[in-house]
């Protein structure tokens, strides 16, 4: 009888939180996608610096034309949320006033941008372009920085990892790579935050969790590629009749130190917050690092790159040239 009371009340319980997350439902994957959104904010005045309201504010994406339309409050302010992660041409347009149009103003994702316009008297058809862009971060109180797609190609990485790109905020380092060899140190690199540990990071790719589940670590160097999917194969007839290749590899081997790691030209934006970031961004005390990749536009596009490294294509070091017994032949 205990057993059946019990039972019961699970039962009630069960069903009343299932009904809760159906009814709720609907807010968690807006909660969750925060991180891969932006939003863009900000007060909307005369050239008095009198707030307007009414002013219709409109973004637009330069990439996709996905619009997304608002209106200033009695206070001029006004705030564009969820917005896709790139360029953005934002304008401003309000009966017996110029329109103000910013472009280009980037959003990135899980932060605000701040836009603030000024409307001078004059007709609606009368545009002011302005080109400037707000990149102060004037909302929240993380330390950190964000790179986009042109920084991150363009950006040499002698270990072929964005891991590597870490260490372009203050407070963070990597160690060295491996070696000077053309195939040394390929893969990604220890990264230590403000005197944090190397597994006290957080890593996210396009927003899901990269981190590390065996040891936290991000060490992954290999010397051909970034990192290693199986290592001890043991394979012998005489020992195994079956024929099958069996394998030593341990959870704590190459695998079980590597992350995710997209080529960089893959990469949209690669944003690294090092202090001061709220609890939506990680539970470890070192940096928090986001991965985004690129996504489709209107335009066609695309790349074709080649990645070859050899040793025989490396400058002959000093010593060498200057040894007699060495043919320059060889």
Known sequence: MFSRTLLHRFSSVLVRGFALLILFGGNLPTALGQQLLGNIE??????????????????????????????????????????????????????????????????????????????????????????????????DTTNGYILGDTVVENTPLGTGSFTQL????????????????????????????????????????????????????????????????????NFSTGSNSGGEIQTSTSVYDAIGQALPTPPQETIDELRVNT?????????????HIEVITKSGTNAFHGQAYEYFQNNIWNAAPYFRNANPLIPPSQ
């Open 42 to 139: 900000g007060t909307v005045s005369d050239a008095s610096n009198a707030a307007l309201p009414q002013v219709k504010v409109t973004a637009r994406n330069l990439d996709t034309n996905l619009e997304q339309t608002t209106a200033t409050n009695v206070n001029g302010y006004y705030r564009l949320l969820n917005l896709p992660i790139g360029p953005y041409a934002v304008s401003f347009s309000r009966d017996h006033f110029n329109t103000a149009v910013h472009s280009p103003v980037r959003v990135s994702a899980n932060r605000t941008s701040t836009e603030v316009a000024i409307l001078q008297v004059g007709a609606v058809t009368e545009t002011v372009q302005v080109t400037a862009s707000n990149l102060l971060n004037q909302v």
């Open 166 to 233: 870490a260490i372009l905020s203050p407070g963070v380092n990597a160690d060295l790579l491996g070696g000077s060899g053309s195939s040394s140190g390929l893969g990604n690199r220890a990264i230590w935050a403000n005197g944090q540990r190397d597994t006290s990071n957080s890593f996210t790719i396009n927003a899901i969790s990269g981190n590390n589940l065996f040891n936290g670590k991000t060490t992954s160097e290999v010397g051909s590629n970034r990192y290693v999917l199986n290592t001890g194969e």
């Open 275 to 287: 202090s001061m970031y709220d609890a939506s961004q990680g539970t470890n005390s070192g940096a």
